[in-house]
């Protein structure tokens, strides 16, 4: 058992803190990605020269085991559905139909715009042809990672996917069966046995698997690779960025509740540790109007900790400078600090929570009220879980169709529409000196003036 675990508090009463002080004073942890691209660019230059059998050799260093092959042969993803248990089954079943049900109402349609008489501009939307889904290992087992990157890659219809997850020694050098089993529900047949930044290298630049598995040893490119991983990861997928797309850069998870006296502080208490249960970097933080509150949540998170299963980590994350508490006048400062904040999971456990939660700007995914935990959201609510971490909630959102699709304008004009267009064409290329710009559109109608 951990000794007695106490927040850091942040006093904001009496304050008008500014935007650029907000910023540097909330709890916020994170990760230095620069600091190990160092390690990772070797990685991602031996896949790419030597693709699969690199992948294989660093798995064998890294994860202590050497799968025969990447792929996973697809008798071992009907292996796994067949002996996953009844209960998970049944939940992961109404996890991706909440989820389908979601993405499904996000798919966009084609938008074709009259500019002017014979002259339409319309935009397509255009799924990415192949994608890499990356599915953590480490602390924890990542199926509901399967669904919530597969089901908006298929909503979206992308047309090929392949799942990556890292290889386990107890599992013979597969991915966890939980996450073979995910795979194979969603209909997802293509499964590679490989994480860490390897896995992102060879998801980018493709190779040639070990053996020929179910009729193909092609581990062909993919165009775009999503899904959370470790800083490894992250900073494998910030080098292979401009090769393929990616979601984003995630860091460590986290949560913000904002609260005020009518919060429950167990409540409170249990959703501070639940987040901080995935890995002691996770941040945890309160924002609230109410230091009796503040007060009872600290008892609350310590009597709670006496019964939890990953008791070490989630007290050496609650303790660290990513997690605290912060006080406020009222909750209009309490949602100017939750904007600064922009965290990827945002509670609102105050009295009208669904007024307060429309005014709230920033963040990856809010929950209202007492009845609509993270947690809920990490699993069943039909929302994504894969969102924006670190503050980006201030200018990204989480995964979701549009992530997999392209807008791409179509360009539709006939000779009179362009006739009546030409000189503004021609007055703004000779503005920015590129004439050539110009005479493409006049010689449609006028014979190119020879130039001594």
């Not at 790419?48 to 697809?74: H, I, Q, Y």
């Not at 969603?186 to 009729?215: P, S």
């Not at 959102?397 to 006739?419: K, N």
Request: hydrophobic fraction near 45%; aromatic fraction near 4%.
């Amino acid at each position: 058992m951990p000794a007695r675990v106490q927040l850091a508090r942040l006093d904001l009463r009496g304050t008008t803190p500014s935007r650029a002080r907000l910023r540097s004073e909330l709890p916020r942890g994170g990760v230095d990605v620069d600091a190990v691209l160092h390690q990772v660019q070797p990685v991602v230059d031996d896949v790419r020269e030597r693709g699969s059998a690199a992948a294989l050799d660093l798995s064998e260093k890294f994860d202590g085991v050497r799968p025969p092959t990447v792929r996973v042969p697809r008798a071992q993803l009907d292996k796994a559905l067949a002996e996953l248990d009844s209960a998970v089954r049944e939940a992961l079943e109404t996890s991706i139909s909440r989820a389908r049900t979601v993405h499904a109402a996000q798919r966009r349609t084609d938008v074709t715009t009259e500019v002017v008489p014979g002259g339409t501009v319309t935009e397509r939307w255009v799924p990415v042809e192949r994608v890499g889904l990356y599915v953590p290992g480490g602390n924890a087992v990542y199926p509901s990672s399967v669904v919530m990157n597969v089901v908006p890659a298929q909503q979206a219809g992308v047309g090929s996917l392949v799942v990556c997850s890292p290889p386990q020694a107890r599992f013979d050098g597969l991915p966890h069966p939980t996450v073979l089993a995910a795979a194979a529900m969603l209909g997802v047949d293509e499964v590679w046995a490989v994480g860490g930044a390897q896995a992102v290298a060879l998801l980018a630049f493709g190779g040639t698997d070990t053996a020929d598995v179910d009729g193909s040893d092609d581990l062909a490119p993919v165009d775009m690779i999503t899904g959370p991983g470790n800083i490894y990861v992250t900073a494998a997928k910030r080098l292979c960025r401009g090769v393929v797309g990616i979601d984003a850069e995630a860091g460590p998870t986290e949560i913000a509740v904002l609260a005020d006296g009518t919060a429950d502080p167990a409540h409170v208490a249990a959703d501070l540790i639940s987040q901080a249960e995935h890995d002691v970097m996770a941040a945890s933080v309160l924002v609230t109007t109410s230091s009796a509150l503040a007060d009872a949540v600290d008892d609350a998170v310590n009597a709670q900790l006496t019964t939890t299963k990953h008791a070490e980590r989630v007290a050496t994350a609650l303790s660290g400078r990513q997690s605290g508490i912060v006080l406020v006048d009222d909750i209009a400062q309490g949602l100017t600090v939750v904007d600064a904040y922009a965290a990827e999971h945002l509670e609102i456990q105050t009295e009208d929570a669904r007024a307060v939660a429309t005014r709230v700007r920033s963040a990856g995914a809010i929950f209202v009220g007492p009845w609509a935990p993270v947690s809920l959201g990490d699993y069943c609510a039909g929302s994504n879980h894969v969102l924006p971490t670190a503050g980006c909630a201030r200018h990204s959102s989480g995964l979701s169709v549009q992530t997999f699709l392209r807008g791409i304008h179509v360009v539709d004009y006939s000779e009179q529409a362009l006739e009546d267009v030409r000189h503004h064409v021609v007055a703004l290329a000779n503005a920015e000196d590129l004439p050539a710009h110009g005479e493409a559109v006049r010689l449609r109608f006028e014979p190119l003036t020879p130039r001594n």
